[in-house]
């Protein structure tokens, strides 16, 4: 202890304002705001944060987090048999995206049913319970019709009988196996800045809470969409955590909410694909650290292959390796007392907060999405990521920067594009589309490729 006491004795305290100062002497005349950046949210990053000047905040933190592997259901006996194998090589959990009824005992047979997770695009409440019987209530159903809604553009079947379903559903099964997803990721794919998700995912759980009742409160979960400004993704999900539980004490029933996280498809290209990898790792590691309780990844080749084995089997082994090699799962708490993260913490919770107060103001998030507001603010985001991509300040490696000219043609499963809206909408959707289609489609284009 003496050592160690001794060794600090030949430093002494430098203030943030003699650290400044140094700072202006060494950029002989350069502006010192010349250092200061400003994120897509209007939140400066400056170039150093010090123990006498930050902001502290408070965060939260898991005690561990859960590996997810997913796959869109289609062929029950082969979703069944991916299932088995993700589960014994590594998964905690496996998702399966439903959007309409199937055969639950042809996909279920010999699973652990406690590690089953059902996000469900679809409201058809007989085959829901009995998908809750077959399950004996052990696996857990996600479900948002709010969300699909705002996704494509119209109810199931229309907004009275949606929530009559729903509420059906939520009398027929019990609290532990329905939840209320409230699915932030369509925000994040479609171009909204951070604080627009955390902003209108609060206000999305509050229009259930509004419909349903104070009850559901411990039902409603979020799902997020993990992008590439590592340190504020890890924030937002802190963020998230520390306004539910503000908005949920209001009810009297304080909760602190379950985050499902996996990357955002927004920045993920076609060309140069391993490159993807890179992303997903940042992404899944900021998910950790921001405190997502279920973590789940995507292929390199999401944007373009069907489901494969070999890049659902990277895409896993991330995760574990993160959990089990890196031990991230015993490093949960170390953003604690990080002067960047609790300063901008608390700038981007009284951004979200501002925003969150505005829409529930104007009537709410439902009032707003007939408004069409929220469509038109995530458009304005989209677009001005849009731009920065466009003169490379956004780099996809790849794609708009280091492209590789001899770069071989992938094969592609499928069509990879924003498609075009067909039919009637009672609002415009909010649409996701990624930043590099332009600059695909004119080198797939170029190249002789037509869809």
Do not use: C
Request: no cysteine.
């Amino acid at each position: 202890m003496g050592v160690k006491n001794s060794l600090f004795q030949d430093f002494k305290k430098v203030s943030s304002q003699e650290w400044k100062l140094k700072i202006q002497a060494d950029l002989k005349g350069t502006d010192y705001q010349s250092l200061i950046t400003k994120t897509l949210e209007g939140v400066d990053i400056k170039p150093f944060y010090h123990y006498d000047t930050y902001i502290p905040s408070e965060q939260t933190f898991n005690d561990q987090f859960h590996i997810v592997q997913e796959l869109n259901l289609s062929d029950e006996s082969i979703a069944n048999k991916i299932a088995l194998n993700a589960l014994k090589k590594g998964a905690d959990f496996f998702t399966f995206y439903v959007d309409k009824p199937f055969d639950i005992d042809k996909l279920i047979k010999n699973l652990d049913l406690n590690k089953l997770i059902f996000k469900a695009d679809m409201l058809q409440v007989d085959f829901l319970v009995n998908l809750a019987k077959k399950t004996q209530e052990k696996s857990r159903l996600l479900i948002d019709p709010l969300g699909h809604f705002a996704r494509y553009g119209n109810w199931f079947d229309n907004e009275q009988k949606d929530f009559d379903n729903l509420k059906v559903l939520k009398d027929k099964v019990s609290e532990k196996f329905l939840h209320i997803d409230i699915r932030t990721e369509h925000y994040k794919n479609a171009g909204a800045n951070i604080t627009q998700e955390i902003a209108y995912g609060l206000s999305h759980a509050v229009e259930y809470i509004e419909k349903l009742g104070e009850g559901i409160l411990p039902q409603i979960q979020f799902s997020m969409a993990q992008g590439s400004h590592y340190f504020f993704e890890i924030i937002k999900i802190k963020v998230l955590k520390n306004l539910w539980q503000i908005i949920s004490t209001s009810y009297q029933n304080p909760q602190i909410p379950l985050v499902y996280a996996r990357p955002a498809l927004r920045n993920k290209t076609i060309f140069d694909p391993y490159v993807n990898l890179l992303r997903t790792g940042m992404e899944i590691m900021s998910a950790i650290l921001g405190g997502a309780d279920f973590v789940a990844n995507i292929p390199f080749d999401v944007t373009y292959k069907k489901s494969n084995e070999f890049s659902e089997r990277l895409a896993r082994n991330q995760l574990i390796i993160l959990k089990n090699e890196a031990h991230f799962n015993e490093a949960l708490r170390s953003t604690s007392g990080n002067y960047f993260l609790e300063e901008n913490i608390y700038k981007l919770s009284e951004q979200a907060l501002n925003l969150f107060k505005t829409l529930e103001k104007s009537g709410g998030f439902l009032a707003q999405l007939y408004k069409g507001q929220i469509q038109r603010k995530i458009s304005a985001s989209a677009e001005k990521q849009d731009k920065k991509y466009s003169n490379g300040e956004i780099v996809l490696v790849g794609t708009n920067k280091y492209i590789n000219q001899n770069e071989e043609i992938p094969a592609i499963d499928f069509y990879p594009f924003l498609k075009k809206r067909k039919g009637q909408t009672l609002i415009r959707p909010i649409v996701p589309k990624r930043l590099a289609e332009k600059a695909e489609i004119e080198r797939l284009e170029k190249a002789g490729v037509r869809f």
